[in-house]
Each structure stands twice: as structure tokens, then as C-alpha cells.
């Protein structure tokens, strides 16, 4: 029986669960609801009332990390190292790139200049401390790995960002960040990994929030976008 995952179309937690399976090759659905109104039978098998889920049989798993680590082990050819060592070092980079996700949410919904650029500068700030510890073309120099896996949804949404407002970046003081980011974001599995139209609905849920950032996006596009939030991703 194939997984199932549950998810909805913006969401970066459930994109990290698609990359994994896609780069195992692994058959998987997919099913979209609408986080502003959720069904029933979501509710009721979902204990945090939230995506990503992923079905198993009459099993469910939840929360991102734990779903990627369910499928690393369960299908052939691991994306983390072998050496225990590594693998924790791994582990505990997928656990800071969770609080660099809350980075590129305050991005998009703080108000003020002066509170967005302090947003921005808390990210820059993380990305300091990746800057230290990426090794190559990838995190792991050029393997693939859940550390990649679960970065990429938000280099992609922080590039959305920057096209917007071009700088969300500093490829002076990220150099490496940066460079790691362009090769993720390079990649067939990253670029199939959402619906095809993402772009799009990112900059739309944007305009909704109406941060600071949504002034820089063309009013003319999005003025009627329902107001109602997918959920604070």
C-alpha cells in the first residue's frame, strides 16, 4: 500500500517529506485540503491539527523530522551518513533549520520597516552559523541529505522573498549559504516537489498577511485574494 501524505499547497513541512520520497523513488499520494477549513476526518485523526500527515496502513505519523526519518529507514538508500557521529551532527542541523523556518515566516508578516529588517537580521544571523558548517556544492559536501531535504522548502520560500524585496540576502556575508541554496534549489526533486504554481500562491498568502514586504508585491494582482489565511506558513 502506498504512504499517503496530507498536506496543503504552500506548506514547506510537507514539501520535505515529497523530496525525500521523490529522491527514493518512492509511489506516494497526495491529498490537498484547505487549512482555513479543515474536514472533519482530518480533525479527527490529526493530534496537532496540522499538516504534515503522513498515512501509513491505519497509521498515522506526524510532525516533518519524525515523517523523513520514518521514510529514510524504511526505503533503500539513506539520506543520512553512516557514522553515528555524523548522523547526529546531521540531526541537530534539521532541528536549528526548524527555528530558521520561524526566520522566514517573520519575514513575511512583520509590519513595520524597522521590525522587518530586524526579522531579517535574526535570520542572517542563523545563517552565520551555517555559514560555518556547510561543507560543499551540498551540506555534506555532495551527497544528498535529510539536512538538504529539509532546508530546501525554505531557501525556497526565502528566494520567493527575494524576489520581491531583492535583499533577503547578503551573498557577501553568506557566501557558501548561498551557494548551497542555488544548487538545492537547482535540483529536479526540489523543483517537482510542489504544485506547479507555487510562486504564485506564496505571493498571494503574501499580500494577504500584509507585512511590510507585501508593498513591494503589484497590488493590481492580488486585490481579490480572499483575506482568510492557509494556515501560518
Not at 515523517?67 to 539520506?79: C, K, Q, R, S
Request: proline share 5%; hydrophobic share 45%; glycine share 4%.
Amino acid at each position: 500500500m502506498k504512504p499517503k501524505l496530507i498536506s496543503f499547497k504552500i506548506c514547506p513541512f510537507v514539501q520535505r517529506a515529497v523530496i525525500a520520497m521523490q529522491t527514493k523513488g518512492v509511489e506516494f499520494d497526495i491529498e490537498y485540503i484547505d487549512l482555513a477549513e479543515p474536514p472533519a476526518w482530518f480533525l479527527e485523526i490529526s493530534p496537532l491539527k496540522k499538516v504534515p500527515l503522513l498515512l501509513v496502513g491505519d497509521q498515522v505519523i506526524f510532525e516533518s523530522a519524525v515523517i523523513n526519518e520514518y521514510i529514510d529507514e524504511a526505503y533503500p538508500n539513506t539520506l543520512h551518513p553512516v557514522d553515528l557521529v555524523e548522523k547526529a551532527h546531521n540531526r541537530s542541523w534539521i532541528e536549528f533549520g526548524n527555528s530558521c523556518m520561524w526566520n522566514a515566516f517573520h519575514l513575511s508578516v512583520k509590519a513595520g520597516k524597522d521590525e522587518f529588517l530586524t526579522a531579517r537580521e535574526a535570520l542572517w544571523n542563523s545563517l552565520d552559523q551555517l555559514e560555518k558548517v556547510v561543507e560543499g556544492p551540498l551540506f555534506n559536501d555532495d551527497q544528498l541529505s535529510l539536512v538538504d531535504v529539509s532546508y530546501a522548502p525554505m531557501f525556497q520560500r526565502l528566494q520567493f522573498l527575494h524576489n520581491i524585496f531583492p535583499e533577503i540576502f547578503d551573498e557577501a556575508r553568506h557566501p557558501k549559504v548561498n551557494a548551497w541554496k542555488n544548487n538545492l534549489l537547482a535540483l529536479d526533486v526540489v523543483q517537482t516537489s510542489t504544485v506547479s504554481d507555487i510562486e504564485s500562491l506564496y505571493s498571494q498568502l503574501i499580500f494577504k498577511r500584509q507585512g511590510y514586504i507585501a508593498q513591494f508585491l503589484d497590488s493590481s494582482l492580488y486585490e481579490f485574494v480572499e483575506t482568510s489565511s492557509e494556515g501560518t506558513y
